[in-house]
T-cell receptor, first 111, second 117 residues
Framework: RKEVEQDPGPFNVPEGATVAFNCTYS??????FFWYRQDCRKEPKLLMS???SGNEDGRFTAQLNRASQYISLLIRDSKLSDSATYLC????????????FGTGTRLKVLA | GAVVSQHPSWVICKSGTSVKIECRSL??????MFWYRQFPKQSLMLMAT?????????EQGVEKDKFLINHASLTLSTLTVTSAHPEDSSFYIC?????????????FGPGTRLTVL
């Protein structure tokens, strides 16, 4: 089983749609969780950290389910500019500051 | 947000040559820098963790004599790919962090695309 697993997609959605991605992780001791966005041939950019209580930033909502070991990202009212690969990132080993990246989920928002 | 730069952004070199990539944190002091490699359609893979003033910690399977890392200051780390071969062609990305018990956020540089002929 991969340490961090994501559906690679692509998810093709029309503008204005709501889309959700899930990511599962294998190590129950993981403490920090993030969603990064990566555009083609560019570096990852932090989208948001994921907290146990869930967090929202504008059209983006992230949630963590520790019991089932998954995190989710919900994007409402999709824009063309949301087209990118969304990377689930887990710091598996507390104190080591070592990120484990998922392979990413590709999103294409269509006009 | 924190800004991290990398130089060069792309490089093409002949097989057998060495290539140095610089990673700089521009507006903060990075106690720790990380070097990643990403092959097409794959996820980022951590190569090594570098702390200022100490030797880098390499991940399993990464040759430390081939990928030389120097972290001489709190704002600069370098990765030298020695005797590069075509299989070293990849997207190399650094990240920097001012790690503390309250934060482990990493900020990524724009990456360096290396092509070895």
């Amino acid at each position: 089983r991969k340490e961090v697993e994501q559906d690679p997609g692509p998810f093709n959605v029309p503008e204005g749609a709501t889309v959700a991605f899930n990511c599962t992780y294998s190590n129950s001791a993981s403490q920090s969780f993030f969603w990064y966005r990566q555009d083609c041939r560019k570096e990852p950019k932090l989208l948001m950290s994921v907290y146990s209580s869930g967090n929202e930033d504008g059209r983006f909502t992230a949630q963590l389910n520790r019991a089932s070991q998954y995190i989710s990202l919900l994007i409402r009212d999709s824009k063309l500019s949301d087209s990118a690969t969304y990377l689930c990132v887990v710091n598996q080993l507390p104190g080591t500051y070592k990120y484990i990246f998922g392979t990413g989920t590709r999103l294409k928002v269509l006009a | 947000g924190a800004v991290v730069s990398q130089h060069p952004s792309w490089v093409i070199c002949k097989s057998g040559t060495s290539v140095k990539i610089e990673c700089r944190s521009l507006d903060f002091q990075a106690t720790t820098m990380f070097w990643y490699r990403q092959f097409p359609k794959q996820s980022l893979m951590l190569m090594a963790t570098s702390n200022e003033g100490s030797k880098a910690t390499y991940e399993q399977g990464v040759e430390k004599d081939k990928f030389l890392i120097n972290h001489a200051s709190l704002t600069l780390s370098t990765l030298t790919v020695t005797s590069a071969h075509p299989e070293d062609s990849s997207f190399y990305i650094c990240s920097a962090s001012h790690l503390s018990p309250s934060t482990d956020t990493q900020y990524f540089g724009p990456g360096t695309r290396l092509t070895v002929l």
